[in-house]
């Protein structure tokens, strides 16, 4: 119900910009949240956005570098990523908390 | 932010006996709904979360009657009444009470003894 794409290996200070496409489900009901998973650590919310689009957050460490954004009329979520660090690197996991995807790979290494 | 503690971190448990994970917020996990948003997720080797229980005590659709919730204020609990071999995992709270500052615990490693 939840597909993500767009991870990849890139060299720190790179960017790249997640997508997340929903389905089955009403989209524009749910608050939507990019969590990560760093190897061998648990779960981190990264950031989040309510059902509208009109309410962020961002955690302290990635604040000022990613950006959250959805599209409703497309059911899709987004996260672009700048100023990528080697410890952004993990599985990026789009979740409404009840539905989660697969999860997609970001690696940030030179 | 709110701070989630799991306890313990690793809980080896033999096969058709219980298991019980504790998990305590630094804050009231209240809503001033009157809701509290705890849940249980579960997550297998190699698999996405899955969550297993919210708001406290609501077993999501699909979840054998054997996992449990309970709790209130700032302290819960997850209980698995007989542990089967495919419970194996790690367990996470997380409160989605103070939204959008969502939090999950450290994570509880199950493993078969």
């Known amino acids: 119900q939840l597909a993500e794409s767009g991870g990849d290996l890139v060299h720190p200070g790179g960017s790249l910009r997640l997508s997340c496409s929903g389905s089955d489900f009403t989209f524009s009901d749910y608050a939507m949240h990019w969590v990560r998973q760093t190897p061998g650590k648990g779960l981190q919310c990264v950031s989040a956005i309510n059902d509208k689009g009109d309410i962020t957050h961002y955690a302290d460490s990635v604040k000022g570098r990613f950006t959250i954004s959805r599209h409703n009329s497309k059911n899709t979520l987004y996260l672009q990523m700048s100023s990528l660090r080697t410890e952004d690197t993990g599985v990026y996991y789009c979740t409404t908390t009840r539905y989660w995807g697969q999860g997609t790979l970001v690696t940030v290494s030179s | 932010d709110v701070v989630m503690t799991q306890s313990p971190l690793s809980l080896p448990v033999t096969l058709g006996q219980p298991a019980s994970i504790s998990c305590r917020s630094s804050q009231s996990l209240v809503h001033s709904d009157g809701n509290t948003y705890l849940s249980w997720f579960h997550q297998r080797p190699g698999q996405s979360p899955r969550r297993l229980i919210h708001?406290?005590?609501n077993r999501d659709s699909g979840v054998p009657d054997r996992f449990s919730g309970s709790g209130s204020g700032t302290h819960f609990t997850l209980k698995i009444s007989r542990v089967e071999a495919e419970d194996v995992g790690v367990y996470y709270c997380m409160q989605g009470t103070h939204w959008p500052l969502i939090t999950f615990g450290q994570g509880t490693r199950l493993e078969i003894k």
């Open positions: 708001k406290v005590s």
